[in-house]
């Protein structure tokens, strides 16, 4: 069985998360990817509908479950974006510019604070990228400046109102 990156969450009401630069289960484009494999670190745009009735934030995160870590990998998380926010532009992830004043980047598995791109090892197959948003029933998240995204993840349960989930793919060729 795949990892599932659901697994162990609670069940909470989904909405609708969608992407004019990809559609679910379909290949993220080539400048998502990282940039040390050919990409660009861009992170795609995405937009959202159909939060839980009470949202007064959202989390974003970005995760591989297929990496071959045992725990997966984190490429961005992003919290305290406003109920009114409804989408991100392309390259948000790298451009303080296009997030919301009230956002904040989190730590990825590097531990920058912006989108790594898809870089999954050569010949490892297709990995699966999955973009969730999380709707939540604070304003703020209350976590340290330099939570990981499994802090993020651990502190926004108790809040977590609804999750929009949409999933793209890449691969590396053997050599």
């Known amino acids: 069985m795949a990892n599932d990156p659901n697994w162990n969450l609670p069940e909470v009401p989904t909405f609708t998360l969608t992407s004019p630069d990809f559609t679910d ?10 940039s040390d494999v050919g990409g ?5 745009a995405l937009e959202w509908s ?3 009735e009470g949202t007064q934030s959202y989390v974003l995160t970005v995760y591989d479950p297929d990496a071959p870590t045992g725990s997966g990998f984190w490429h961005w998380s992003l919290t305290d974006v406003p109920a009114s926010t409804t989408s991100l532009p ?7 510019a296009l997030l919301p004043a009230e956002a904040l980047r989190r730590r ?6 912006t989108f790594l791109g898809a870089a999954p090892p050569a010949g490892h197959g ?3 990228y999955v973009f969730t948003v999380s709707a939540l029933d604070v304003p703020v998240l209350e976590a340290p400046a330099d ?9 926004l349960r108790e809040h977590l109102l609804g999750r929009a989930q949409l ?7 053997a050599s």
Do not use: C, I, K, M
Request: aromatic share 6%; charged share 25%.
């Open 90 to 96: 392309q390259g948000a992830g790298t451009d303080d």
């Open 40 to 44: 660009e670190d861009r992170s795609p």
């Open 147 to 155: 939570a990981t995204p499994a802090v993020v993840g651990f502190l």
């Open 167 to 173: 999933t793209g793919t890449q691969e590396t060729p």
């Open 108 to 113: 990825n598995e590097y531990g920058t604070d």
């Open 25 to 34: 289960g379909d290949r993220l484009p080539d400048w998502a990817r990282g």
């Open 50 to 52: 159909g939060a839980p």
């Open 126 to 128: 297709p990995h699966r």
